[in-house]
């Protein structure tokens, strides 16, 4: 079973006044890179989703992260909302049973919260399941879709991510409680560092 991570970073961080994506944390890694390397902990194969033309910020995260298993992906509609770009990603997939996407500006979701989810996700394949991760009473990032979702989502259109999917398809979300803040922390301005 081939369950793989798109992690979306084709935004244009409007509202952060410059590219988030690049902005160096504590640890003194980008918030790109770690969302990447804290998904590479539990994905085998993974499609990270930039902006049409980002060409040489690829190259540049292709050498900081020396990992063979990312196929890096220019959304041709990334200008029109994440969705878009979302649905233009998974249009490119061939063999994956599932997708676990994940948010490319929420770098303090924690590996154990990943390996959790991948193991719920694996323990309830044959369900069908989309795996939503809860931190109190609000659902957060990553959520796992199984492969029958694919095609709904390939349809979405707008900012919305792939909300409309979730809700048209209530019946078939797991929800996993995990302590873990960082499935609701994403970055859109300077104070949110």
Known sequence: MTIGAIILAAGSSRR?????RKTILQTGQSVLVTCIENAGACFDEMLVVLRFGDHEYANELAQALDRPAITFFHAPDSAKGMAHSLANAVATLKDWDAATIFLGDMP?????????????????????????????SEQGHPVTFH??????????????????????????IIEVPVADPGILRDIDTHEDL
Do not use: M, W
């Open 147 to 172: 492969h029958r979702y694919f095609d709904a989502i390939e349809r979405l259109e707008g900012d919305q991510g792939a909300r409309p999917v979730i809700q048209a398809n209530r019946a078939k």
């Open 108 to 136: 303090f979701v924690t590996t154990e919260t990943i390996r959790l989810l991948v193991e719920k996700y694996s323990g309830s394949a044959r369900l069908e399941p989309i795996i939503l991760p809860t931190y109190g």
């Open 16 to 20: 952060f006044g410059d590219d988030k």
